[in-house]
């Protein structure tokens, strides 16, 4: 399987086997194998060429998001996917980062990029995630086991009820080109 990690910074994604997997940054780190602006041009791939593209914690920074969506559907291969790790609206965290131009919610593939590149991709997953990472306690360390599959019960009630109440870190998205 050909991958793609975009924004992989010092931590490409790691494959299985025989995948090959190409690492691509802005800046020129450890195992970044291609550096580009994601923001402008076209990706130095040609088109159908990836089976799968990774994208953890980098679409929050870009300002050009059309564009950089529309190039990702062009080097993924029909049937391709597009694994998808953002910052969650109510994340306190993600605030703290003066780099982040954006958040996410839940259905803004949905009512947004699918309705734009409705023949291109179709979201087949979503998710919710609090991420208990940095706890220095045992209650708050677990809580991701229970926060997570609770507010994936009704992640519309949660985002519009209880997301002031309880802040969630990420969203993950899984979109498959047609």
């Known amino acids: 399987m050909r991958i793609l ?3 992989c910074g010092a931590h490409k994604y790691k494959g299985k086997g ?3 997997v190409i690492g691509l940054d802005r800046v020129k780190l450890p195992g970044v194998d ?3 602006n994601l923001e402008k041009g076209k990706l130095p791939f040609p088109s159908n060429h990836f089976d799968l593209i990774t994208a953890r914690h980098i679409l929050e920074h870009i300002s050009n998001i059309r564009h950089l969506m529309n190039e990702l559907i062009r ?3 029909p ?3 597009i694994k998808i790790w953002v910052p969650h609206f ?3 965290v993600a605030y703290l980062n003066l780099e982040h131009i954006r958040f996410f919610s839940v259905d803004i593939f949905d009512m947004y990029y699918e309705k734009e590149y409705d023949t291109k991709f179709k979201v087949v997953k979503k998710r919710i995630n609090y991420v208990s990472d940095g706890a220095t306690n045992k209650v708050m360390k677990g809580l ?3 926060v997570t599959p609770l507010v994936n019960l ?3 009630f949660y985002e519009k009820f209880l997301s002031g109440l309880i802040s969630c870190d990420e969203i993950y998205f899984e979109l498959k080109r047609k």
């Open 75 to 77: 080097v993924l291969k």
């Open 154 to 156: 009704n992640q519309r």
């Open 34 to 36: 291609v550096v580009c």
């Open 90 to 92: 109510s994340s306190y």
């Open 18 to 20: 025989r995948d090959e």
């Open 144 to 146: 991701d086991k229970i």
């Open 79 to 81: 049937n391709g996917t």
């Open 5 to 7: 990690d975009l924004g």
